[in-house]
T-cell receptor, first 114, second 114 residues
Framework: ETGVTQTPRHLVMGMTNKKSLKCEQH?????MYWYKQSAKKPLELMFV???????ENNSVPSRFSPECPNSSHLFLHLHTLQPEDSALYLC?????????????FGEGSRLTVL | AQSVTQLGSHVSVSEGALVLLRCNYS??????LFWYVQYPNQGLQLLLK??????LVKGINGFEAEFKKSETSFHLTKPSAHMSDAAEYFC????????????FGTGTKLQVIP
């Protein structure tokens, strides 16, 4: 495995379900990110973990709960979601923090909330 | 705070024609600027970046962008469009801050007409 891997690629869930999205990076990076991509809206940064500490939470509703057990893995736990939460959820990783670094993205998890 | 504005959510060009995708930025500090590309059903990948070295930056797949401070612009160009260039392109601005603090534009979908 290389790069950033996200599973599952597609997920359909009801509003009362609990599910999780998983992200794994094989790049040795020290920061991991969750982004939400909805149609006709800019990518929304949801959470950032740097050195396994959460450093950013952009006013994300509590029905989204991130977890970073180590520097290579990132989870997004989902519960009691709303239909408007349907989107593509992208995980990314990076190294360093001087602003010049590249974000490496996974292929995304397409979430549909019924 | 930083932001980017991409003019035109959809751009259509003929195969072999010039590609020009526009991006203007706003930043309170010297910015680092990026162009990412997203092919269908994939995550974003870096095309090129400006980090205060040469103002004309060359990227992958024949794309280049020029940083113009006086115009606060970072437009993406390619002399001759290829069918494989059909994708969505995102301009982004980043500042330092312990991790990569990246703000994305709303994206421009490029259609290449045979």
């Amino acid at each position: 495995e290389t790069g950033v891997t996200q599973t599952p690629r597609h997920l359909v869930m009801g509003m009362t379900n609990k599910k999780s999205l998983k992200c794994e990076q094989h790049l040795g990076h020290n920061a991991m990110y969750w982004y939400k991509q909805s149609a006709k809206k800019p990518l929304e940064l949801m959470f950032v973990y740097s050195l396994e500490e959460r450093v950013e939470n952009n006013s994300v509703p509590s029905r989204f709960s991130p977890e970073c057990p180590n520097s290579s893995h990132l989870f997004l736990h989902l519960h009691t979601l709303q239909p408007e939460d349907s989107a593509l959820y992208l995980c990314a990783s990076s190294q360093g923090g001087d602003g010049t670094g590249e974000l490496f993205f996974g292929e995304g998890s397409r979430l549909t909330v019924l | 705070a930083q932001s980017v504005t991409q003019l035109g959510s959809h751009v259509s060009v003929s195969e072999g024609a010039l590609v020009l995708l526009r991006c203007n930025y706003s930043s309170s500090v010297p910015p680092y600027l990026f162009w990412y590309v997203q092919y269908p059903n994939q995550g974003l990948q870096l095309l090129l970046k400006y980090t205060s070295a040469a103002t004309l930056v060359k990227g992958i797949n024949g794309f280049e962008a020029e940083f113009k401070k006086s115009e606060t612009s970072f437009h993406l160009t390619k002399p001759s469009a290829h069918m494989s260039d059909a994708a969505e392109y995102f301009c982004a601005v980043s500042v330092s801050g312990g991790y990569q603090k990246v703000t994305f534009g709303t994206g421009t979908k490029l259609q290449v007409i045979p």
